[in-house]
């Protein structure tokens, strides 16, 4: 219960296909409580099941950036079902590779279905941040990190850099 710790890269878990939830048990709603304290926490606006070595598909995310007011989302077995043909580019990091932001070029909005922590099914239409960031998180979910979608001398400067941090600390 409460704050998990964090993977960073390259811990491997972050590289693995997480897999559906079943059935939304109080274990299932508990991890989405507690990834949402812990992405709070961190700080930050988004986190993915694997980033706390739990391989299922859920993700936690609020873009609001204190805004309006805290707008949390909570998706189990989320699915991009549409995607924009037109393209955004805008920077991103992540909590699993801290201290390194890219310029990340992504399908302007997306149609997401997901399960919410009530069990109901539901759509939802992202745009802006919340685009790049659904479609950051579900890609944690298969696997995939930002520095995927960078051009590889950025992705090999970034991992370098992440070596050496690994070796120092
Ligand atoms: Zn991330």
Redesign the pocket.
């Known amino acids: 219960m409460g704050l998990k710790p964090i993977l960073f890269v390259p811990d491997p878990l972050l590289r693995k296909m997480a897999s559906p939830v079943e059935e939304i048990t109080n274990d299932i709603k508990q991890l989405l409580d507690d990834m949402a304290q812990t992405m709070y926490d961190a700080p930050g606006i988004?986190l993915a099941g694997p980033?706390i070595g739990e391989l299922k598909r859920v993700i936690v995310m609020d873009c609001s950036r204190d805004e309006d007011g805290d707008e949390l989302w909570q998706m189990i077995n989320p699915e991009i079902i549409q995607i924009a043909k037109e393209t955004t580019t805008l920077e991103e990091g992540?909590?699993?590779i801290p201290g390194h932001n890219a310029d990340v070029t992504r399908p302007a909005w997306v149609d997401v279905r997901f399960t919410d922590i009530n069990g109901t099914e539901q759509q939802m239409k992202a745009e802006g941040l919340l685009a790049a960031c659904v479609q950051?998180e579900i890609d944690?979910l298969n696997g995939v990190l930002?520095i995927d979608h960078i051009s590889k001398l950025k992705k090999n400067m970034i991992w370098r850099k992440v070596l050496k941090e690994v070796r120092h600390s």
């Open positions: 988004g980033q992540c909590l699993s950051h944690h930002f």
